[in-house]
């Protein structure tokens, strides 16, 4: 059964930064995409980044230029680097990681909160 961990989230002021890990255990496969998904209260959850085996990145509006994701194709893993926080930043950060044809995995997800 496949299981991603997150780690790195907590609280931090604003223009701090926070990196964020993802590691997936017991996945048979290397994912075709992994990335960062993120839940405010009261709203739905969206895209924050993600990148490809071959390393093709995609980010939101609201956070390019400040944060980066990266990826370990041999560890099944995905950082995701958030620099220059602000408090609209703050969330529950999900790992996200995708196989063709239909194979769709979440982490449980790690709580990001910036103060102003």
């Known amino acids: 059964q496949v299981h991603l961990v997150e780690s790195g989230g907590g609280l931090v002021q604003a223009g701090g930064s926070l990196r964020l890990s993802c590691a997936a255990s017991?996945?048979?496969?290397?994912?075709?995409?992994m990335g960062w998904y993120r839940q405010a209260p009261g709203k739905q959850r969206g895209l924050v980044a993600l990148?490809?085996?071959?390393?093709?990145?995609n980010y939101a509006d609201s956070v390019k230029g400040r944060f980066t994701i990266s990826g370990d194709n041999a560890k099944n893993a995905v950082y995701l680097q958030m620099n220059s926080l602000k408090p609209e930043d703050t969330a529950v950060y999900y790992c996200?990681?995708?196989?063709?044809?239909?194979?769709?995995?979440w982490g449980q997800g790690t709580q990001v909160t910036v103060s102003s």
């Open positions: 017991g996945s048979p496969f290397n994912f075709n995409v």
């Open positions: 996200n990681a995708l196989r063709a044809p239909n194979y769709n995995y």
């Open positions: 990148i490809t085996s071959g390393g093709a990145t």
